[in-house]
């Protein structure tokens, strides 16, 4: 069944985020809450009502009464305490002609001032056709008195045919409003399932309270395009819009025409009828966006015609957000001003509810409430306050109050948003009160709304400019600094109905800067940037408040921008609250901070614009040497930047100078017209304040000494810069600053010497040329060449490299003289191979011509090879020996037939061609060295033959002496004696034998 589906719908619709950013709805202490079970819906419709005795909450629940429900409207007093009692809406019912189960009653609930109307959609008239028993949904409304007495009930389709099934299935009652009509009251009661669900509306004129009303007649929406079920009077609302209306107008939502997209139909009443004037849909024609779902008429901008606000509350972006349109009345027609679209939480249902609330902040403009019941990142519901203004919605149409379920400590609440009330003062506060529902969760709250307070102030100080001046100091700070001392005073005051009022104040300087400040506070004998205060306020009264201000005047800080001091003002929540009332709050639109300037007082003409010339120069000091056209490390151990500024314009103020160096540097020391100053370092560059203002014409001359490190430099050019800046304009940038370039040199010390061993080599006339693969010991002598690299500057050398050229061939025979075994370094062999030989290429194939013999060869007049050596680095005072092995080839020398001859060697070291424009050589340091070997033919001494006669007397001279020895040993009787120890041995043995 159709209505059915549409009653889900709307179910849905109220089932249905933003923290309670607090304006004048008070959540926190100007809550009354009232409940009942969940499943009876109440708090379904929700009505802020005043009897002749109290103010009323007319809560509904369409579900109420258990198994059997019928729907209920219940009467809670507005005194703080869960206290609702059922209402009796009708006198006799007639159970035999009717049915009230599953009636929905107080599915709409509407009213003003002197009654109310509730009705019940669902309510069944028992068929006569005997033939089925079948109840038709006509629907049922019951108008209360002011005091909440049952006036009447009626059924606005029960007079039509029952079997007319234009009328079949009304369901009146699905919305209502109230209305005047020429002075009387007026309900306009929707009646969607007319027409085959077309849809149309009924308005009950009360002329007299007490008698039945009289039925006004919509007419039909005859469009074809409007046809089958669009549900004209899903929502109502009653105003002026057109033009001309003297009796009012009605709007009705049909949230299924135009395709499923919604549509809104204006109808003008013409004392018993309405005639439908003309219709509309939604700018954004989204399928079942349900367009027209809501709707709200109100004078938003206060001109004297209604405005109006139309929801899709299934909009969709991702899922189900919601939207509310806006429609400006131009006293002619409706025009589409705004979309509000304030949550993106999916399925929130934005627009579910809209109610006219009244005028919240008491600024004289009507606001409106409007309901999200699953907004919220729980998806338990929010309300959107939006305040009028002469524009339409103020700020800037966003919301100034968004209340939400979290905001309450309800256990269990859900569906918050899902009806919202009229506007009316229920506490007597003079400012209207509302009423929310939240029917999923069986719930109803009454939020009180805080009496708004216009806040003044007027910000002064007892000086309106700032000298800039030493003298002009006036009070010595804590920190033992000179300052400006202000006094400064908000001077507030507010205008409301409150006698006494709560604030919090706080002070802020110079909020734009986290340091160094140019401003501070001066409290409790400590300086601060920041003071919060709490201040009584009483009405019509100035706060008595002021505080002294210390402001620098010294030092490097910004003359031009102005020091600003702000003011914050917050309402305080007393936890006791005010007595019996709500405290009052600030308005939100009006002055919650303000802003005080104070500019410095300067000597710039009369327009305090500082037109400046500052003129700078420089130039390069070498210390201790006369040349002046490179820094040579080593020779120069001090440089000094002399510079001086000028300025040619008006007062400058705060000149501050930039010194930019090579970061190979170390500043010693700054003078300033001869006097050392103090100076701030950054990487690569000096900073620091001249002084504090630098007039016209005056000059000052700066000398800026810097030490030269102990390490090479990083650089082969080193800049200096120069730069003076002050506060103003200045009339030529160009000549602020200078800049002085020059080369930097390495002063080196590289000496080399060396020697052979040995340094002589002997060669026989007999050596021969070896065979094949001869070993080296057959080539020659073995002759070890050693040459001393040694590094006596101040600094380490790099990427330097060694050649030694050595002879090898007699150029003229083609003769090979040294084999070259291998070059050393330190013990390591060169990285670079040495230049090949071919020694077995003995005798070159020209016959060698006749040349005049040498005794010395070198690279002019023989072969020579060049033999390299890369040396990487060597570092102060130490040293690098190169070795060159070589033999000497003994059959070629033979082969020369030279007797004697020198090769020589040489040995030259160079740096690399990026460390030769880098590094220059001290003169008395020669970086090459040369060494003779000294190659000879070995001649032994040759033996002279005797004459023969001298060899006939030595002879004859030998024997002559041998015959005087034997003589005289034999006159000695050494002959004798022996012979007769002989005798005397040899006695007894023949004295033996003859025995």
């Known amino acids: 069944k159709l209505y059915i589906v549409m009653i889900r719908l709307l179910v849905i619709l109220n089932t249905l985020i933003c923290h309670g950013d607090f304006f004048n709805l008070d959540v926190k202490y100007g809550v009354y809450t009232f409940s009942n079970s969940e499943s009876s819906y109440f708090g379904y419709q929700v009505l802020l009502h005043n009897t002749a005795s109290s103010f009323r909450s007319i809560v509904s629940a369409p579900r109420f009464q258990g198994s059997n429900p019928e729907g209920g409207l219940f009467n809670c007093i507005v005194n703080g305490a869960n206290s609702c009692s059922q209402l009796k809406y009708e006198e006799f019912p007639d159970q035999n002609k009717e049915s009230r189960k599953n009636q929905w009653m107080g599915m709409s609930l509407s009213g003003d001032k002197n009654s109310l109307l509730a009705c019940a959609p669902l309510w069944s008239l028992n068929s006569t056709d005997s033939s089925e028993s079948k109840l038709k949904s006509l629907g049922r409304c019951s108008l209360l008195g002011k005091d909440l007495d049952v006036k009447y009930s009626t059924s606005p389709c029960e007079k039509e045919l029952l079997d007319n099934s234009k009328f079949g299935y009304c369901l009146a009652g699905f919305s209502s409003a109230a209305g005047n009509i020429s002075g009387y009251t007026t309900y ?168 006219k609330v009244g005028d919240l902040n008491n600024d004289g403009y009507q606001d409106i409430a409007i309901g999200a019941p699953m907004d919220g990142a729980d998806n338990r519901g929010a309300v959107y306050i939006y305040n009028g203004g002469s524009q339409g919605i103020s700020n800037s149409g966003k919301p100034s109050q968004i209340i939400m379920a979290s905001d309450f400590s309800t256990i269990g609440l859900s569906g918050f948003g899902s009806s919202i009330s009229n506007g009316l003062d229920v506490d007597g506060n003079s400012y209207p009160d509302i009423a929310v529902g939240a029917y999923s969760s069986g719930k109803s709250f009454i939020i009180r709304t805080r009496p708004i307070i216009t806040l003044y102030d007027k910000l002064e100080t007892n000086v309106s400019l700032i000298p800039l001046d ?50 501070l506070f001066f409290e409790d004998g400590i300086l601060k940037d920041t003071i919060t205060k709490n201040a009584l306020l009483t009405k019509s009264q100035i706060f008595p408040f002021s505080v002294i201000v210390y402001i620098v005047i010294l030092g490097d800080f910004d003359i031009n921008e102005p020091i600003t001091i702000t003011t914050k003002y917050k309402s305080i929540d007393k936890p006791s609250g005010c007595g019996s009332e709500l405290c009052p709050i600030i308005d939100v639109f009006g002055t919650l901070s303000s802003l005080l300037q104070l500019n410095y007082l300067k000597d710039c003409g009369s327009d305090s614009i500082c037109q400046i010339d500052l003129v700078s120069s420089a130039k390069l000091v070498l210390l201790g040497v006369a040349q002046q056209e490179q820094i040579i490390y080593g020779s120069v151990y001090q440089i000094r930047l002399d510079a001086s500024v000028v300025n040619l314009g008006e007062t400058a103020y705060q000149p501050i100078l930039k010194f930019g160096y090579n970061g190979d540097l170390q500043v010693d020391s700054i003078e300033k017209n001869g006097i050392p100053i103090k100076w701030e370092k950054l990487p690569n560059e000096v900073s620091f304040l001249l002084q504090y203002m630098l007039k016209q014409n005056e000059k000052v001359d700066i000398a800026v000494k810097f030490s030269m490190p102990k390490t090479s430099p990083s650089s082969d050019i080193y800049s200096f810069t120069f730069e003076a800046l002050a506060k103003g304009i200045d009339l030529n940038p160009e000549n602020n600053k200078a800049m002085i370039s020059k080369p930097t040199k ?5 000496r080399v010497n060396g020697n052979v061993e040995p340094s002589v080599v002997l ?233």
Not at 956 to 981: D, P, S, T, Y
């Open 763 to 995: 060669f026989y006339d007999n050596a021969v040329m070896p065979g094949n693969n001869p070993d080296l010991s057959e080539i020659g002598a073995e002759v070890k060449y050693m040459f001393f690299v040694q590094n006596s500057g101040f600094f380490a050398v790099n990427n330097l490299s060694a050649d030694v050229d050595l002879v090898v061939k007699k150029a003229e025979k083609g003769l090979d003289l040294i084999y070259v075994v291998n070059m050393m370094i330190n013990g390591k062999e060169c990285t670079q191979k040495v230049n090949p030989l071919n020694p077995f290429n003995l005798v070159d194939s020209k016959k060698p011509k006749r040349v005049k013999r040498s005794n010395n060869l070198n690279c002019e007049n023989a072969k020579c090879n060049r033999y390299s050596c890369d040396i990487s680095s060597i570092e102060k005072s130490q040293s690098v020996t190169i070795h060159l092995i070589a033999r000497v080839w003994e059959a070629n020398f033979v082969k020369l037939k030279v007797p004697a001859t020198d090769l020589n060697a040489t040995i030259n070291v160079k740096f690399s061609q990026e460390q030769a424009t880098t590094n220059i050589q001290k003169e008395n340091c020669i970086m090459s060295a040369a060494v003779n070997l000294d190659v000879k033919l070995y001649n032994p001494p040759l033996r002279k033959s005797m004459p023969w006669w001298i060899i006939l007397v030595a002879i004859l001279v030998a024997l002559l002496l041998l015959a005087i020895a034997i003589a005289l040993l034999k006159k000695a009787g050494f002959f004798k004696r022996k012979n007769q120890k002989a005798a005397a041995e040899n006695e007894p043995l023949k004295s033996e034998e003859a025995t």
């Open 746 to 750: 390495v002063e080196t010390c590289v």
């Open 470 to 519: 030493d003298y002009a100091s006036n009070c010595i700070g804590p920190d033992s600094k000179k300052y400006y001392c202000i006094e400064f005073k908000p001077n507030l005051k507010y205008e409301g109905k409150a006698m006494s009022f709560d604030l919090e104040l706080t002070l802020e300087i110079e909020k734009r800067f986290p340091t160094n400040k140019r401003g």
């Open 188 to 355: 306009f009661i929707g009646v969607p399932g007319t027409y085959f669900n077309k849809g149309t509306l009924f308005g009950l004129i009360s002329t007299s309270i007490a008698s039945k009303p009289t039925k006004l007649q919509f007419t039909e929406v005859q469009s074809e395009k409007d046809n089958g079920t669009i549900y004209i009077g899903y929502s109502v609302a009653w105003g002026k819009i057109t033009f001309n209306s003297t009796q009012g107008d009605v709007v009705a939502g049909a949230p299924r025409a135009n395709e499923l997209t919604g549509k809104v139909f204006i109808y003008v009443v013409r004392f018993t009828i309405g005639d439908y004037m003309y219709s509309f849909s939604s700018p954004n024609n989204q399928v079942g966006e349900y367009f027209g779902a809501s709707v709200c008429v109100v004078d938003i901008n206060n001109d004297g015609k209604d405005d109006l606000f139309v929801a899709s509350p299934f909009y969709t972006v991702v899922a189900d957000e919601g939207r509310v349109y806006f429609y400006i009345n131009n006293k002619n027609t409706l025009s589409f001003s705004l979309q509000l679209a304030p949550t993106s939480i999916q399925g929130a249902r934005f627009g579910s509810s809209i109610g």
